[in-house]
């Protein structure tokens, strides 16, 4: 029953005329007054022409009389808080059981087509803290927007050439012996991460001899042999040249092979993965097309550029003089390839907050090129993971690797599920798989509760605390309530029940059964803001009332068979509320714990 769908129909018959949703929106009330539905009364008074106490006391006598759900009704200056009847909680509780799916919509034939890019890693390192941000709100926000009823398409573009890609290529040409991952015993990407940490190092100790031979800084970047030898890679890589393409595709499978087991341990995936070695191309074919249309003008040095100003931003390269594309060319050839791929309606980026005026250049590149969704392109821009010591650097190989965070969280929740004795009876194989589900749900729930637009802080000894605003202790309640599940099974099956509609509810189930409510509300708006976070933290609230509840009323020693049943009825429904909101979030839950 939409209880805001029927006040509209209700204020429409009340004035006479046709009302917008969005002037009749309830939000819940307060908890200092009394009431579960607020109504906001402002927007109606031009319809109402009275001052808000009496459109507020006009509408809340009509809704008295014409809805049997409406119990009471009180007003505070413009706000009517209104109180539902028992009834209403009982009879939205039932249609819930019965609803296979509860929060999550059927993909319609006509329904958007949405890519969703997001990972995008180098493959001169391996994936890190920031990329498992990136990585979690990407797969997080696909799968809300999937929920609500849209096609998605998830992808991701690999880096795969550049100069960094050629300074980890050298470091192992000139220093690495020959070794690979199989005679390290390293991941392929780990592997080579350590060579771009060693040109890094060794560019550093070439700059300080130079520098200590009277050069300045800018002198000795001048005239660094190695950059000069990674600059001349890159013209080989880009002219063909054989030996350079055999050595960039033995490290970059390597690299590839080390990616796809971080991306497991992590359970996201990707319909289509694109590379920029094949997408550059197609960009400067799209770029110098623009110089012949007049889009896009070309310097005496054979630089091509793009004249911005009268946008309000400023002019950018796109083409250098000798040829070679810059990161925006790539981009707008991946987009040309997806849009042939796929037509999409909308393509979203995520991509953090550093990126900004990149985006708002590749925006109206792509819009002035013709591209139709250009215009309407979203760069889901989020903030920075930073770790209580402060940044990391990928080139100082100061960065807390992915693969050492998911192995560190695991045997956190492993030590800590044992230390606290939630483990006792479990098989060694039944610990391994507790631990791993409690070790990344810790991880993804800690960063997915934040703010996605919000700079943040990832303290590993907080997120996989047992209490508050984490992810075991919200999976430790939807075990709890599977346990109480088990229990009843020889009692009754509640899987057709329904209840009746004279059962007295207490405060707690009201508030619990108004929580469930709101959920498809909740992934709407999630799905609208692009936040994980919504979700994430209706979840908490569900979770904390439902342990309030669970402490305050007994469910299986409730000797009265309708109490007992709503309860039941009540506690499974939270429990799937729990799981549909986690899968979002692309957590596990575990049965027992």
Same mark, same amino acid.
């Given at each position: 029953?939409?209880?805001?769908?029927?006040?509209?129909?209700?204020?429409?018959?009340? %004035?006479?005329?046709?009302?917008?949703?969005?002037?009749?929106?309830?939000?819940?009330?307060?908890?200092?007054?009394?009431?579960?539905?607020?109504?906001?009364?402002?927007?109606?008074?031009?319809?109402?022409?009275?001052?808000?106490?009496?459109?507020?006391? $006009?509408?809340?006598?009509?809704?008295?009389?014409?809805?049997?759900? !409406?119990?009471?009704?009180?007003? *505070?200056?413009?706000?009517?808080?209104?109180?539902?009847?028992?009834?209403?909680?009982? $009879?939205?509780?039932?249609?819930?059981?019965?609803?296979?799916?509860?929060?999550?919509?059927?993909?319609?034939?006509?329904?958007?087509?949405?890519? !969703?890019? %997001?990972?995008?890693?180098? =493959? +001169?390192?391996?994936?890190?803290?920031?990329?498992?941000?990136?990585?979690?709100?990407? %797969?997080?926000?696909?799968?809300?927007?999937?929920?609500?009823?849209?096609?998605?398409?998830?992808?991701?573009?690999?880096?795969? #050439? /550049?100069?960094?890609?050629?300074?980890?290529?050298?470091?192992?040409?000139?220093?690495?012996?020959?070794?690979?991952?199989?005679?390290? /015993?390293?991941?392929?990407?780990?592997?080579?991460?350590? %060579?771009? *940490?060693?040109?890094?190092?060794?560019?550093?100790?070439?700059?300080?001899?130079?520098?200590?031979? /009277?050069? =300045? #800084?800018?002198?000795?970047? @001048?005239?660094?042999?190695?950059?000069?030898?990674? #600059?001349?890679?890159?013209?080989? &890589?880009?002219?063909?040249?054989?030996?350079?393409?055999?050595? &960039?595709?033995?490290?970059?499978?390597w690299a590839y092979a080390g990616f796809d087991e971080t991306y497991r341990a992590l359970g996201v995936d990707f319909d289509k993965i694109y590379y920029e070695s094949n997408t550059y191309i197609e960009g400067?074919?799209?770029?110098? @097309?623009?110089?012949?249309?007049?889009?896009?003008?070309?310097?005496?040095?054979?630089?091509? &550029?793009?004249?911005?100003?009268?946008?309000?931003?400023?002019?950018?390269?796109?083409?250098?003089?000798?040829?070679?594309?810059?990161?925006?060319?790539?981009?707008?050839?991946?987009a040309k390839q997806r849009f042939d791929d796929y037509r999409m309606d909308k393509m979203i980026y995520v991509v953090g907050n550093e990126q900004n005026y990149h985006f708002q250049v590749l925006s109206l590149?792509?819009?002035?090129?013709?591209?139709?969704?250009?215009?309407?392109?979203?760069?889901?821009?989020?903030?920075?993971?930073?770790?209580?010591?402060?940044?990391?650097?990928?080139?100082?190989?100061?960065?807390?690797?992915?693969?050492?965070?998911?192995?560190?969280?695991?045997?956190?929740?492993?030590?800590?599920?044992?230390?606290?004795?939630?483990?006792?009876?479990?098989?060694?194989?039944?610990?391994?798989?507790?631990?791993?589900?409690?070790?990344?749900?810790?991880?993804?729930?800690?960063?997915?509760?934040v703010d996605p637009r919000k700079n943040m802080v990832f303290n590993p000894k907080e997120s996989i605390d047992f209490n508050g605003n984490t992810g075991p202790f919200i999976q430790y309640t939807y075990a709890?309530?599977?346990?109480?599940?088990?229990?009843?099974?020889?009692?009754?099956?509640?899987?057709?029940?329904?209840?009746?509609?004279?059962?007295?509810?207490?405060?707690?189930?009201?508030?619990?059964?108004?929580?469930?409510?709101?959920?498809?509300?909740?992934?709407?708006?999630?799905?609208?803001?692009?936040?994980?976070? !919504?979700?994430? +933290?209706?979840?908490?609230?569900?979770?904390?009332?439902?342990?309030?509840?669970?402490?305050?009323?007994?469910?299986?020693? $409730?000797?009265?068979?309708?109490?007992?049943?709503? #309860?039941?009825?009540?506690?499974? +429904? *939270?429990?799937?509320?729990? @799981?549909?909101?986690?899968?979002?979030?692309?957590?596990?839950?575990?049965?027992?714990?």
């Open positions: 029953m939409n209880i805001q769908q029927l006040i509209r129909e209700d204020l429409e018959h009340l %004035y006479a005329v046709e009302i917008d949703e969005s002037f009749c929106r309830l939000q819940k009330t307060k908890k200092e007054f009394q009431g579960h539905w607020t109504l906001v009364v402002f927007p109606l008074l031009k319809i109402s022409r009275k001052n808000p106490e009496q459109t507020a006391m $006009e509408i809340g006598e009509y809704l008295i009389k014409n809805q049997p759900f !409406i119990a009471a009704y009180n007003v *505070v200056k413009g706000f009517l808080n209104l109180s539902i009847a028992p009834a209403y909680w009982i $009879e939205s509780l039932n249609d819930i059981h019965v609803e296979k799916s509860y929060g999550v919509k059927e993909t319609g034939k006509n329904a958007p087509l949405i890519l !969703i890019e %997001y990972s995008s890693p180098n =493959t +001169n390192k391996p994936l890190h803290l920031g990329h498992v941000r990136n990585n979690l709100l990407g %797969y997080s926000i696909s799968e809300i927007l999937k929920a609500v009823g849209n096609k998605v398409v998830k992808t991701n573009i690999v880096n795969d #050439r /550049g100069i960094h890609i050629c300074k980890s290529m050298l470091a192992w040409k000139r220093w690495g012996g020959g070794e690979t991952p199989e005679s390290t /015993g390293k991941k392929g990407d780990h592997l080579i991460g350590d %060579y771009y *940490v060693k040109f890094d190092q060794e560019y550093k100790k070439e700059l300080l001899c130079l520098e200590s031979a /009277g050069w =300045t #800084r800018k002198e000795a970047e @001048e005239k660094s042999t190695l950059m000069a030898e990674a #600059r001349e890679m890159l013209r080989k &890589w880009e002219a063909g040249d054989f030996e350079t393409l055999a050595l &960039w595709n033995k490290m970059n499978a400067k074919e799209k770029v110098l @097309e623009g110089v012949e249309k007049g889009i896009f003008y070309q310097k005496e040095d054979g630089s091509v &550029w793009a004249d911005l100003r009268s946008d309000g931003l400023d002019e950018k390269i796109l083409l250098r003089s000798d040829g070679t594309s810059v990161y925006i060319t790539q981009d707008i050839g991946t590149l792509l819009d002035k090129l013709g591209f139709k969704f250009g215009k309407d392109l979203v760069h889901f821009s989020y903030g920075m993971v930073e770790l209580p010591e402060g940044k990391m650097k990928s080139r100082e190989g100061t960065v807390v690797d992915a693969d050492d965070l998911i192995a560190e969280m695991i045997d956190t929740a492993r030590e800590t599920s044992i230390e606290l004795g939630k483990l006792e009876g479990c098989s060694e194989e039944e610990i391994e798989k507790i631990s791993r589900i409690v070790g990344l749900g810790a991880l993804k729930y800690f960063i997915l509760k709890r309530i599977q346990s109480v599940l088990r229990r009843k099974d020889a009692q009754w099956d509640i899987s057709d029940e329904k209840i009746a509609a004279n059962v007295p509810l207490n405060e707690k189930e009201q508030s619990l059964i108004q929580l469930l409510i709101e959920f498809p509300a909740i992934i709407q708006e999630a799905a609208d803001n692009f936040n994980p976070a !919504i979700i994430a +933290n209706y979840i908490y609230d569900l979770v904390k009332e439902y342990n309030q509840f669970y402490h305050d009323y007994s469910i299986l020693g $409730e000797e009265n068979k309708e109490i007992k049943k709503l #309860r039941l009825i009540l506690s499974q +429904n *939270v429990g799937r509320v729990i @799981e549909t909101g986690f899968k979002l979030l692309g957590i596990c839950v575990p049965e027992r714990m």
